[in-house]
């Protein structure tokens, strides 16, 4: 069966950094596009970050741009979110998803998910 595992959240303070990783098993990581999400407290699932299946296109919300980067090494079939100058309105649940083909931007569009992982930023 499909699973998602993220790790990598915690608490950090404002201006800090975290590596959020994401491993997948039970398809074939190599070939589907991979997102990242997030879900702060009263609000809905948001896209943060998407990337191709060979890493080679990503695109990322606009609030996160030049501050986030999203990576994958298919050989550990493995996605990551590199968060820098986290500010508090970065803290949320992130959660990596398997893009089923479609958008990148539509939740409606990825069919399996992780658990998340807690990532809180302190001011």
């Known amino acids: 069966q499909v699973q998602l595992v993220e790790s990598g959240g915690g608490l950090v303070q404002a201006g800090g950094s975290l590596t959020l990783s994401c491993v997948a098993s039970?398809?074939?990581?190599?070939?589907?596009?991979m997102g990242w999400f997030r879900q702060a407290p009263g609000e809905g699932r948001r896209f943060v970050a998407a990337?191709?299946?060979?890493?080679?296109?990503?695109d990322y919300r606009q609030s996160v741009k030049g501050r986030f980067t999203i990576s994958r090494d298919n050989s550990k079939n493995t996605v990551y979110l590199q968060m820098n100058n986290l500010q508090p309105e970065d803290t949320a649940v992130y959660y990596c998803?398997?893009?089923?083909?479609?958008?990148?931007?539509?939740?409606?569009?990825?069919?399996?998910w992780g658990q998340g992982t807690q990532v809180t930023v302190s001011s």
């Open positions: 039970g398809f074939t990581f190599s070939t589907y596009d």
């Open positions: 990337t191709n299946w060979n890493g080679s296109t990503k």
């Open positions: 998803a398997k893009n089923r083909g479609g958008s990148w931007f539509s939740n409606e569009e990825y069919d399996y």
